[in-house]
């Protein structure tokens, strides 16, 4: 949810909340951004009661009883996002070296992915690099699965100082990859990373007015 001056754009599931101080009627101008199979719900309620809720299907101006003074929320719970992106997923990191065993990952958010040290595991939707820095020279032992975006799998390079790059086509069936590495940081590069927005369900309310009652 933003603020952009009076209006209020509700991008997930958020709820804002006003006190008005006698009994009147709220004035609102909604508009939606329609995705999915059903338009945007605006939930409203005063102090403990519902005022039920209203499906915005276009922008219009509505109004809203209010019997008594008190705490007034607007609410919007029925988001609706879908996307679809290219993701490298690696699994299983294992080092063997000359004279240690240990690795370190780092996936930094610009990845558009992470590395959770509970599962040994990391992702990527990005061109941002994932990073793995061996404790010294030895074998990298890894798995690789690929989930396609556009009909495309992602294209997986592996890059070292001193080594020539080694490029790996996913697939979605894991890969074992097995490198020989050195303490230099090797890199796993997602090459062509893909995104795109397929549907976003929004709520803006471009004003919300109090008039008391006569």
């Known amino acids: 949810m933003t603020f952009e001056g009076e209006q209020v754009f509700f991008r997930g599931f958020s709820l804002i909340s006003m006190n008005v101080c006698q009994p009147g009627e709220l004035v609102i101008d909604a508009e939606p951004q329609l995705a999915g199979k059903e338009a945007p719900h605006l939930v409203m309620g005063l102090n403990n009661e519902s005022l039920g809720q209203r499906t915005i299907r276009q922008r219009e101006t509505f109004r809203v009883p209010l019997r008594e003074a008190g705490k007034v929320t607007l609410g919007y719970f029925n988001d609706y996002y879908l996307s679809e992106a290219r993701v490298i997923t690696y699994e299983k990191f294992k ?89 230099a940081p090797l890199t796993l590069t997602l090459t062509n990373p893909y995104f795109k927005e397929l549907a976003d369900r929004n709520l803006i309310l471009h004003s919300v007015q109090f008039v008391p009652q006569p």
Request: glycine content about 6%; proline content about 7%; overall charge positive.
């Open 95 to 183: 080092f063997s070296g000359n004279s240690c065993s240990s690795l370190e990952v780092t996936a930094s958010p610009e990845t558009g992915g992470s590395y959770n040290p509970a599962t040994n595991s990391a992702n990527a939707t990005w061109r941002v690099p994932i990073i793995v820095k061996p404790c010294s020279n030895g074998i990298l032992n890894f798995l690789v699965i690929g989930r396609p975006a556009d009909n495309i799998y992602p294209i997986l390079k592996l890059s070292q100082s001193g080594q020539a790059d080694r490029i790996i086509q996913t697939s979605n069936l894991r890969q074992a990859v097995q490198v020989r590495v050195s303490n």
